[in-house]
């Protein structure tokens, strides 16, 4: 049975950092891509925020909105992904959730509020 689930949200400052953890079970996560989306306050759709392909293409894409300042990276040893967010917004407020093709998990709030 296939299962994500999401930490690591919380309460940061503007230009704080977080990192998210996802925790893949039920499959090798290096097996595949994965994908970071988040769904902000009052928006229907989520937004994708990053993605790292499979551990035969391990090649890495961001939304432009969060580049160079987002970073996602894996664990393949604990079947874990990451996103490690840097210089924090306002706008960057939402609910962050990991993917995998239509796999979610729960989803981990992030807050970003002086």
């Known amino acids: 049975q296939v299962q994500l689930v999401e930490s690591g949200g919380g309460v940061v400052q503007p230009g704080g950092s977080l990192r998210l953890s996802c925790s893949a079970s039920?499959?090798?996560?290096?097996?595949?891509?994965m994908r970071w989306y988040r769904q902000a306050p009052g928006k229907e759709e989520r937004e994708f925020v990053a993605a790292i392909g499979s551990k035969v293409v391990p090649t890495t894409h961001y939304a432009d909105s969060v580049q160079g300042r987002f970073t996602i990276a894996r664990d393949n040893d604990r079947n874990m992904v990451y996103l490690e967010m840097n210089s924090l917004k306002p706008e960057d407020t939402a609910v962050y959730y990991c993917s995998r093709n239509h796999f979610w998990g729960q989803g981990t709030q992030v807050t970003v509020s002086s």
């Open positions: 039920g499959f090798t996560a290096s097996d595949y891509s």
